[in-house]
């Protein structure tokens, strides 16, 4: 057990090209993953400049592998996109972050809760009656849910995927676009998409201090969203001169390391007590 454990382990960290019957192998693990619970979901707070306090958790999915330990999403993500699991994850992700956000929700915290959607839940499966159906099991109210959406929605049918957004819209759900900067879509589609928030990629966040192209990028998002209405969040904030920077030019929320890395539910719950700003 040992010797296949330390295998598994190589096996998902250290390989770069992983063959052909070696994804086989861990797309049959994922597949048993999801039947044997070994999926969890982590929760990062986003914190609202102006009001100083959590308003909501963005639910990140991790594998608890029996041997290789935590794995991180972007080890097994893009195969569960590929092999088409992502749809039954998805719906994991999705039933499991409502059920969560309606425990809070109960314990008198209304908190927004984020879910990441890939593009292939726009295309196939029953995104909206999925929607819906965790929301109904969760008892948890349309406007608690948010969904984080990438660009990459747009490429394969644009007017499905306005459709499908104006839908979920119709719902309540609350709607934003993840990464934001480094799609491809035209930012005259931003107006039509229906969407509340957008969210700034890391990559600009990161030297947003030190670059000043980087710096201009930014300010150009936060401008250019508040002319559309829009919210603005940043992610992979990680310093107090970068808070400083996004808080000078009014974005209106913020997540990253500097005020906790994603955490298991009991210990996220322990954030709402604390003071952030
Ligand atoms: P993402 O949606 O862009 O999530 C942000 C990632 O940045 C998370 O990594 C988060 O832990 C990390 N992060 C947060 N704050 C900081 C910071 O201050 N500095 C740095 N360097 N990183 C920070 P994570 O949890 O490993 O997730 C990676 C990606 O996996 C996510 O990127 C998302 O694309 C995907 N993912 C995660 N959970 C799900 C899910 O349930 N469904 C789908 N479809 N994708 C998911
Ligand atoms: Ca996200
Ligand atoms: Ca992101
Ligand atoms: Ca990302």
Redesign the pocket.
């Known amino acids: 057990a040992k010797e296949s454990g330390r295998n598994t382990y190589r096996f998902f960290n250290e390989q770069m090209n992983i063959d052909a019957l070696e994804q086989l192998q861990m797309q049959g693990q994922l597949r048993n993953a999801i039947r044997n619970g070994e999926l969890v ?2 929760y ?1 707070p986003q914190i609202d400049i102006g009001r100083s306090g959590i308003t909501g958790f ?5 594998w608890r592998h029996p041997e290789a330990g935590m794995i ?3 080890k097994f ?1 893009p195969l ?2 590929r092999s088409g699991l ?1 749809i039954q ?2 719906e994991w ?1 999705l039933n499991e ?1 409502c059920r969560q956000a309606k425990a809070w929700l109960d314990s008198g915290r209304p908190l927004v809760m984020a ?4 593009a292939l ?1 726009f295309r196939r499966g029953n995104l909206l009656e999925t929607v819906a159906s965790a929301l109904e099991r969760s008892g948890l109210p349309a406007r608690y849910l948010e969904l ?1 959406l ?1 660009e990459s929605i747009l490429l394969h049918d644009i007017e499905a995927a306005m459709q499908t957004l104006h839908a979920l819209k119709a719902m309540g759900v609350k709607l934003s676009i ?2 934001f900067g480094t799609g491809y879509s035209s930012l005259s589609y931003l107006k039509r998409l229906a969407v509340d928030k957008l ?1 700034i ?2 990559s600009f ?2 030297d947003l201090t030190e670059d000043p192209e980087d710096a201009a990028i930014v300010k150009a998002i936060i401008q250019l969203g508040h002319t559309l209405q829009l919210s603005i969040i940043a ?4 310093t107090d001169a970068q808070l400083a920077f996004l808080r000078n030019y009014g974005c209106d929320e913020v ?4 005020f906790s ?2 955490l298991p539910a009991e210990e996220a719950s322990g954030l709402l007590a604390k003071d952030f700003l």
């Open positions: 979901l982590h990062q963005e639910a990140l999915v991790r991180p999403p972007a993500i569960a996109e992502i994850i998805g992700v972050a879910v990441n959607l890939s839940q984080e990438t993840d990464d969210k990629d890391q966040v990161r992610e992979g904030v990680e997540q990253g390391y500097f890395r994603p």
